[in-house]
T-cell receptor, first 109, second 118 residues
């Protein structure tokens, strides 16, 4: 099975940077996914890491260290619309995802 | 490209009643998932299909939950009888890749069905 931990809530001001950490313990790892979920809406895909290192996509970047069982999602130049829950998910070789509980990011003016 | 469709969007039932949810995945996506998301938690996988076969249903409470994907396209999830603790959002997701063959594809989620059991 998998155990996935991420902080419950983070608060940051508009224009700032926030880093959401995710640690996992897994019996079968085949990719780390980040999703964004606005209240009352479905999760939407943000990023995917399968190799160690940093993946950059505009204002969002994601990092993975497989040896440490660690990933982070970096949100730069925060905007009010970035207020949402961010879900870390570990995929296995069968395409099955185990999700963390999510980190609620609150962006303040 | 049309996204994952689900219906109904909202459902309120009394405990011990039955309810069914419907999902139509993205065209061409072989893998379909049903998740249960309780408020404040991440989605929890209930069942994974590949075409019309079950890949994983280890977390499906089989005494009351059932799911099928008879023609390998759309799927239904049923709860009978419902309990108060079944109140949650039921999310359907689909994925292009085949289980065990290709794993680099993300899952696409439908809007979900919010179930309230009173």
């Amino acid at each position: 099975g998998q155990n996935i931990d991420q902080p419950t809530e983070m608060t940051a001001t508009e224009g700032a940077i926030v880093q959401i950490n995710c640690t996992y313990q897994t019996s079968g790892f085949n990719g780390l996914f980040w999703y964004q979920q606005h209240a009352g809406e479905a999760p939407t895909f943000l990023s995917y890491n399968v190799l160690d290192g940093l993946e950059e996509k505009g204002r969002f970047s994601s990092f993975l260290s497989r040896s440490k069982g660690y990933s982070y999602l970096l949100l730069k130049e925060l905007q009010m619309k970035d207020s949402a829950s961010y879900l870390c998910a570990v995929g296995d070789s069968w395409g099955k995802f185990q999700f963390g509980a999510g980190t609620q990011v609150v962006v303040t003016p | 490209e049309a996204g994952v469709a689900q219906s109904p969007r909202y459902k309120i039932i009394e405990k011990r009643q039955s309810v069914a949810f419907w999902c139509n995945p993205i065209s061409g996506h072989a893998t379909l998932y049903w998740y249960q998301q309780i408020l404040g938690q991440g989605p929890k996988l209930l069942i994974q299909f590949q075409n019309n076969g079950v890949v994983d249903d280890s977390q499906l409470p089989k005494d009351r939950f059932s799911a099928e994907r008879l023609k390998g396209v759309d799927s239904t999830l049923k709860i009978q009888p419902a309990k108060l603790e079944d109140s949650a959002v039921y999310l359907c997701a689909s994925r292009k890749g085949l289980a065990g063959v290709s794993t680099s594809y993300e899952q696409y989620f439908g809007p979900g069905t919010r179930l309230t059991v009173t």
